[in-house]
């Protein structure tokens, strides 16, 4: 059997109305999702070559949620592309739950992405002629096992804003979108870029209570990457990263609230 074919029999999540509300499993005694060794990334720009991962060792566990900090150029972009089947290492493994990413083809990353992971960028990349429902409804219609659009605008706080279109929406609503558009496959990973970096100080927090909600009540493994060091505190797990490196990992014995923090 293919690796793609095999990628595509990944066993799906169960009803996400079946999972507890407490917190998320501790990610010591839960399941490894992704495992990554000795990562490397090289892009080629005319005769210079720029090394964006030199040799990353990691791995994500379920129900965790991970920040990835850095400043601009630090590499954890180029890791969050990897990590989401967008990308492909220069050298190293990825494995997902055992299966090889890092050797797969385009046919095994497209069911991957598609069946496995969901995306949250800094811009939102809603359709402006579509309302919040018809745009969440363009991930359920080819998901497997999606939720209705209806349920995961509700998980973010947009069951009044349904028939909205994004014009008709203020920024953090727009993110919220995103967020229930991303996971209304039912995920098991969530990858965010810089969710809140188009977002003032009181929208980024909204923004990020639903994505800390979507993680605790889930147990979706959460990765979310940012500048800002002041998010390191809502997280499981810091991974500080700096010319391709991991320099620093920190943990945190207890998630602070998101809506205590402050930048």
């Known amino acids: 059997m293919s690796l793609a074919m095999q990628v595509g029999q990944m066993p799906r999540r169960p009803n996400p109305s079946k999972q507890p509300s407490a917190a998320p499993i501790s990610p010591t005694a839960s399941q490894t999702i992704?495992?990554?060794?000795?990562?490397?990334?090289v892009y080629q720009t005319g005769e210079l070559d720029v090394v964006a991962l030199q040799g990353v060792d990691l791995d994500f566990h379920m129900g965790e949620l991970v920040v990835l900090l850095g400043a601009s150029g630090s590499g954890k972009s180029t890791l969050l592309n990897i990590l989401g089947g967008l990308d492909v290492p220069t050298a190293g493994s990825l494995r997902y739950k055992?299966?090889?990413?890092?050797?797969?083809?385009?046919?095994?990353?497209?069911?991957?992405r598609r069946n496995c992971v969901g995306f949250v960028f800094q811009f939102y990349n809603l359709i402006p002629s579509l309302t919040a429902r018809e745009n969440v409804a363009l991930i359920t219609e080819i998901a497997p096992d999606p939720m209705k659009p209806e349920d995961a605008l509700d998980r973010v706080g947009l069951s009044h804003r349904l028939d909205h279109f994004p014009s008709q929406l203020s920024g953090g609503e727009q993110q919220r979108v995103a967020i229930a558009r991303a996971i209304a496959k039912k995920p098991e990973v969530l990858l965010c870029d810089e969710p809140t970096g188009a977002l003032d100080v009181t929208t980024g927090i909204t923004v990020l209570e639903a994505i800390e909600r979507i993680n605790r009540e889930l147990g979706t493994l959460t990765v979310v990457i940012t500048h800002n060091a002041a998010m390191a505190a809502m997280a499981d797990r810091v991974l500080h990263l700096s010319d391709g490196h991991i320099i620093k990992e920190s943990h945190n014995e207890q998630r602070v609230d998101v809506k205590t923090l402050q930048w």
């Open 98 to 112: 055992g299966w090889d990413l890092s050797g797969g083809g385009e046919r095994t990353l497209t069911q991957f």
């Open 34 to 41: 992704f495992q990554a060794r000795g990562l490397r990334k």
